[in-house]
């Protein structure tokens, strides 16, 4: 089955830094990746959708992050979440989601990575 696998979280950032973080969807099958993108959860608030990409070059952002972060993709498996102008808020446990498509019995799947943590300090 496939597997998100996140990188670039951990540490302590600075208000005002940068962080970049990476989202692969790595499965021998290649299945296509609709959509991509990240959700993360601060203590005391709900889990929120911060950004996401879409095959065709689509993206959406949270209104709280616009302007400071960027997603991409390149042509691989693999999406990248640029963070610039960090602030304390951002802190929380970063998730990467997917949307797959196989050219199989499977179809559409969703899957979501592990977590990694972001802290921002002030």
């Known amino acids: 089955q496939v597997q998100l696998v996140e990188s670039g979280g951990g540490g302590l950032v600075q208000a005002g830094g940068s962080l970049r973080l990476s989202c692969a969807a790595e499965?021998?099958?290649?299945?296509?990746?609709?959509?991509m993108g990240w959700y993360r959860q601060a203590p005391g608030k709900e889990r929120e959708l911060v950004a996401t990409i879409t095959n065709d070059d689509g993206t959406n952002y949270a209104d709280s992050v616009k302007g400071r972060f960027t997603i991409s993709r390149d042509n691989t498996n693999t999406r990248y979440l640029q963070m610039n102008s960090l602030k304390p808020e951002d802190t929380g446990v970063y998730y990467c989601n997917a949307v797959l498509y196989y050219a199989d019995e499977r179809g559409y799947v969703e899957a979501w990575g592990q977590g990694t943590l972001v802290t921002v300090s002030s």
């Open positions: 499965d021998r099958a290649r299945p296509e990746i609709i959509s």
